[in-house]
């Protein structure tokens, strides 16, 4: 029982003696992803309590007069703006340019964001040379550069799309050059050992081990390219989600502005809950550490 005890202790510690924290955890019982990430039945009742008790609070506070009307439409109001939107058949183009501004946005804020990342998180040299140009860039203040995009690529979906860009890159670019950094030297090691190509680490070993930080920067992105849609939208265009809030705006409507609002938030959560739904696909192979509370 000793000598048991002694090797399952030597096991678990580092070449350097140390106790090794990656072994330790995966001892752990672990769950498939499927089934750790389901959200208790009663964490979703609460979340549906807890909208239904702050609507119905603004719309008994707007009916007494604590919130005025003018400045704070009624959630009653709102819905039936939203309903009549979706009757007529109003919002439908308006929301579909604004997709496919943010779609385009998206794909190539992705594509350009997972290409640099990963090339600069395998060639030091780069990172080194391109590191202060990054953080400068990075620092830019995004909303300055919209009138620049309306000025370079008119009132069309480009302007939007580039705009759209700029936001999803550094989401992008910094999760996944973290997540390439962080993959576990010693199986790159053994992967080279069992004489792997560049192309095989990239695609068994690399992409894998990343793909936890390239989907949270997804569920981030995914917000920030409807963002960036909108707000070109809101600078200059004739079309889109953003021009329906700007002109209610334009017109004291806070009722439409409410409106708008509210279908983007809806659209934003349908589209994250399909990331969601894709990422459990993606990373069914990978198990948790099942919790012990």
């Known amino acids: 029982m000793s000598e048991a005890r002694s090797s399952t202790t030597e096991s678990t510690r580092s070449p350097s003696g140390d106790a090794d924290p990656v ?4 001892q752990e019982p672990t769950v498939p992803r499927r089934r750790r ?8 009742l609460l979340q ?5 008790v702050i609507i119905g609070l603004w719309e008994i506070l707007g009916r007494v007069g604590v919130i005025d009307p003018f400045f704070f439409s009624q959630p009653g109001d709102i ?9 007529t058949g109003y919002i439908f183009p308006h929301l579909q340019v604004t997709l496919t501004e943010a779609f385009l946005a998206l794909v190539i804020g992705m594509a350009l964001g997972l290409l640099v990342g990963f090339i600069l998180a395998r060639v030091r040299f780069l990172a080194l040379l391109f590191d202060p ?5 990075n620092a830019l203040p995004r909303v300055v550069l919209a009138p620049l995009f309306l000025l370079w690529f008119g009132l069309g979906i480009w302007s939007k799309v580039a705009f759209g860009v700029t936001l999803v890159f550094f989401i992008v670019f910094f999760n996944t050059y973290q997540g390439i950094r962080e993959v ?8 080279r050992m069992l004489r792997a190509t ?20 997804l569920h981030v992105s995914v917000g920030f390219s409807i963002v960036g849609a909108v707000v070109g939208e809101y600078l200059g265009a004739s079309s889109g989600v953003g021009y329906v809030i700007a002109q209610a705006e334009g017109t004291f409507d806070t009722t439409g502005v409410f409106a708008g609002m509210v279908v983007l938030s809806v659209v934003v959560v349908l589209i994250d809950v399909l990331v ?11 198990p948790e550490v099942a919790s012990r509370a």
Do not use: C
Not at 23 to 26: D, H, K, V, Y
Not at 37 to 44: E, S
Not at 198 to 204: D, G, I, K, P
């Open 198 to 217: 560049e192309s095989q680490l990239v695609r068994h070993v690399f992409l894998p081990s990343a793909l936890t930080w390239i989907f949270s920067s």
């Open 23 to 26: 072994t330790r955890t995966s």
């Open 133 to 137: 140009f990054i953080k400068v860039l």
């Open 276 to 286: 969601g739904v894709l990422e459990r696909y993606l990373l069914r192979w990978k």
């Open 184 to 191: 576990d030297p010693v199986l790159v090691s053994n992967a």
């Open 79 to 87: 819905g039936r703006q939203v309903v009549e939107w979706i009757r």
């Open 37 to 44: 990430r389901r959200v208790p039945l009663r964490v979703r």
């Open 48 to 52: 549906v309590v807890l909208v239904v």
